[in-house]
Nanobody, 125 residues
Framework: QVQLAESGGGEVQIGGSLRLSCAAS????????MGWFRQAPGQERECVAV????????YYADSVKGRFTISRDNAKKTVFLQMNSLKPEDTAVYYC??????????????????WGQGTQVTISS
């Protein structure tokens, strides 16, 4: 079991930056791949980034590639999402998630069994 709690959301202007954090509980965090997802109003939840257990393999959605960076600190049981050059279309609730199979590196939402409560990110002009 993994419990997750996101923080770091807020409102920033176009072109600004935010760093989201996801703190995990449980002794097995370092075994888990982790993902960041987002859901904008009226849209489906989408995967924006995934990181494997060791941090040496990552995935980014095309829409955020080159602007977002996912990283993790296993000693602190935390995964981060650094978001730069933010655009209005990045406005969404952002969720961190852990897969049901800890080692599974996937963008498929149905494979994730543990979710945080979400943090709102709003990009304003």
């Amino acid at each position: 079991q993994v419990q997750l709690a996101e923080s770091g959301g807020g409102e920033v202007q176009i072109g600004g930056s935010l760093r989201l954090s996801c703190a995990a509980s449980g002794d097995t965090f370092s075994s888990y791949a982790m993902g960041w997802f987002r859901q904008a109003p009226g849209q489906e939840r989408e995967c924006v980034a995934v990181i494997n257990w060791s941090g040496d393999n990552t995935y980014y959605a095309d829409s955020v590639k080159g602007r977002f960076t996912i990283s993790r600190d296993n000693a602190k049981k935390t995964v981060f999402l650094q978001m730069n050059s933010l655009k209005p279309e990045d406005t969404a609730v952002y969720y961190c998630a852990a897969p049901k199979d800890p080692l599974l590196f996937t963008v498929r939402m149905s494979s994730y069994g543990f979710w945080g409560q979400g943090t709102q990110v709003t990009i304003s002009s």
